[in-house]
């Protein structure tokens, strides 16, 4: 009975199947790409015991599919895991120690916290700051007892608001237009530095005319080549004391505002925090940072001083380290010289050597800061000193050389200036260096001046070898002689020619030594001879009373601006005697044209040669060349010569550029 009963149930599926006719599911592919069965069968079926079957085996199909992949990603893991163990492929320590070196937070191991320490979400524990603070402690002891000293000692040397007068910025361009006394920058004219009021000028002829000193990283002592790619590795200052790391994340808030440009907003965080930690000295020299790109924004001098008064307030705060001091210092001497403010930067160079003497670097930038006020004597002092120490020292090497020729010790100059440049330290791959090298071996007779000109054309010092100007503006015409109606200044031309007499009467009419208007030459671009000149303009101004001595001469030029308001130039008498020889040189710009107007000129004897082209003058006629070439002359003649020089602006400079140049 039971096995009947059980029967009939078999038979009626048996009959429901053969009635009902099949339908296959339709084949469906789900979001992880595999085909899944879907039964399109009634409800009532699809509840079933046939249709739920073939449901569950199409889901376990696709279930064993998915396992089985895996399953095998999963084994290929564990023998690629097996085979770099096995294998040794990675060196486990070595990273697990590199990765110590992240430990932010103090527990060992480099972790998601440490990531959030590193990343500025979260602070680092106060205990770990102390303890760092500890370990450090004991050589900030030993340090700042020294430094607190020396700041004592020279405390009152430079006030603020008392600073020493500002020395004159507007120093003569040699006669000869050479660079050949000591220090003229070498810069182009982008790089011309002045302050935001334009209180400072750049000029050529002397030390005193550069505004700013590149302070870079030199060399300053002899050191085996694996010390040097050590130093390589720049050893980043420490600028914070032991309290200030307590304080770094809000000092690093500040930091960020300054560093993105939100000089305002920065000023005010570092003030609020100078309000809130008074003996902070990092608090205070990063307000100070802030005020000075403040001044750069606003192009304002008088909040650059307020830096500079913060600056000085920051080095002297008890506690300061001495890498912040150092840092201090030499942002408030750089800015110092940027208003032109010598003497100023001066003062605080000679505290910075007082604090670190071992540092050669800013032994080297205080010889430059004597150099800029003049005083080459002491300047002297600081490089011997320098290369006693560090006789190997490039930057001093170079400047020591560059002294030397000032003095006219000519022969003495040269190995300090071509083992300066050849050593290649920083600082010294400057267009000054090279042309001076250049000309002291041309003095000398040696023909490898050429080779240094070459290697300076090369560096992009100068335009080419024989065009060796230092204060430029690219793209302008170059060649060494010009016609006059290559300048397009016929009318200024015409107008010398036809009245050359009434300029040569006046000429010689104070000519007379006893008048004392003719003064000797004093750029040592002489070798031999008499060179006198009487100047009436320069840099685009009347030389003082000189026109009253020849009125007419002067009432022909007041009309023609190219001349009179040539900025980079003179207009002068110039007379040599017999026997005199000028060296090869070459002028300071490539900025004008050099006009001479024959006065008394001897039918023999007289010569100047720019470039490889030799010329005479004439009475009544004008020569004009560009004077940034090399040129050199020669009065071999039984009288004197007698010549009018008037100097223009090349033609191609617009009338903003002839506006905004700085005088020459």
Request: hydrophobic share 35%; with cysteine.
């Amino acid at each position: 009975m039971e096995e009947t009963v059980l029967e009939e149930p078999i038979c009626e599926e048996a009959i429901l199947a053969e009635e009902i006719p099949e339908v296959k599911p339709a084949a469906m592919v789900n979001k992880n790409g595999v085909k899944a069965e879907a039964a399109t069968a009634s409800g009532g079926v699809a509840s079933g015991g046939v249709a739920s079957g073939g449901g569950g085996a199409a889901s376990g199909f696709s279930g064993t599919k998915i396992f089985t992949w895996f399953m095998v990603l999963a084994l290929l893991g564990v023998w690629s895991s097996v085979a770099v163990v096995w294998l040794d492929l990675v060196d486990y320590d070595n990273v697990i120690g590199k990765l110590s070196a992240y430990d932010a937070d103090g527990d060992g191991d480099f972790d998601v916290e440490d990531a959030k320490v590193l990343l500025g979400v979260k602070e680092r524990p106060v205990s770990l700051v102390q303890k760092e603070a500890k370990e450090e402690s004991a050589v900030e002891e030993q340090t700042e007892p020294i430094v607190k000293k020396v700041i004592q000692t020279t405390e009152g040397t430079e006030e603020e608001g008392q600073l020493p007068p500002n020395p004159s910025q507007e120093q003569q361009a040699p006669e000869g237009e050479s660079p050949d006394a000591v220090g003229t920058p070498a810069k182009s004219e982008d790089a011309t530095e002045e302050s935001f009021e334009g209180k400072l000028a750049v000029e050529a002829g002397s030390f005193e005319a550069e505004a700013a000193v590149q302070v870079e990283e030199r060399n300053a002592e002899d050191q085996p080549e694996d010390m040097l790619k050590y130093k390589a590795k720049k050893k980043k200052p420490k600028l914070l004391n032991t309290f200030e790391k307590t304080i770094k994340a809000e000092i690093d808030a500040a930091e960020k505002l300054r560093k993105k440009g939100k000089v305002e907003e920065a000023v005010r965080a570092f003030d609020t925090l100078v309000q809130q930690y008074p003996q902070s000295p990092r608090c205070r020299y990063g307000k100070a940072l802030a005020e000075d790109d403040l001044a750069e924004k606003m192009r304002s001098n008088d909040m650059l001083q307020k830096a500079l008064s913060t600056y000085k307030e920051a080095s002297e705060l008890p506690n300061a380290t001495p890498d912040l001091i150092k840092a201090t210092l030499k942002k408030r001497a750089e800015r110092q010289q940027f208003l032109g403010r010598m003497r100023g930067a001066l003062a605080t160079l000679e505290k910075l050597v007082q604090i670190f003497p071992e540092d050669m670097a800013l032994k080297n930038d205080l010889g430059v800061a004597h150099l800029l006020i003049g005083d080459n004597k002491s300047a002297k002092r600081v490089y011997e000193e320098v290369l006693a120490i560090a006789p190997s020292n490039g930057f001093a090497k170079v400047h020591y050389g560059f002294i030397l020729k000032s003095e006219n010790k000519i022969a003495e100059s040269i190995p300090f200036l071509r083992d300066g440049l050849e050593s290649g330290d920083p600082g010294t791959d400057d267009g000054r260096f090279y042309f001076h090298l250049g000309d002291a071996l041309q003095r000398m007779g040696d023909d490898s001046a050429y080779k240094w000109y070459e290697r300076g054309h090369q560096r992009g010092h100068f335009a080419s070898v024989w065009q060796r100007s230092l204060y430029n503006v690219d793209g302008l015409k170059a060649q060494p002689w010009w016609t006059p109606k290559d300048t397009g200044y016929m009318d200024l031309i015409k107008t010398l020619e036809r009245n050359w007499r009434t300029i040569r009467d006046e000429a010689l009419s104070v000519m007379d030594k006893t008048t004392g208007l003719f003064v000797p030459e004093e750029e040592n671009l002489r070798e031999k001879g008499e060179w006198g000149q009487f100047t009436l303009w320069q840099q685009g101004k009347k030389a003082g009373e000189a026109c009253h001595s020849v009125p007419k001469t002067c009432g022909l030029l007041e009309r023609y601006p190219e001349a009179t308001g040539c900025k980079r130039g003179q207009i002068k008498f110039s007379v040599m005697q017999p026997g005199t020889h000028v060296w090869p040189h070459t002028g300071p710009t490539n900025c004008r044209l050099r006009m001479h107007l024959g006065l008394v000129i001897p039918k023999t004897g007289c010569k100047i040669r720019c470039t490889n082209d030799t010329r005479a003058w004439e009475e009544g006629k004008v020569l004009i060349f560009d004077d940034s070439f090399e040129h050199e002359v020669w009065q071999d003649a039984d009288s004197y010569r007698l010549i009018f020089i008037v100097d223009v602006w090349h033609p191609e400079l617009t009338q903003y550029q002839r506006q905004t140049l700085s005088p020459i």
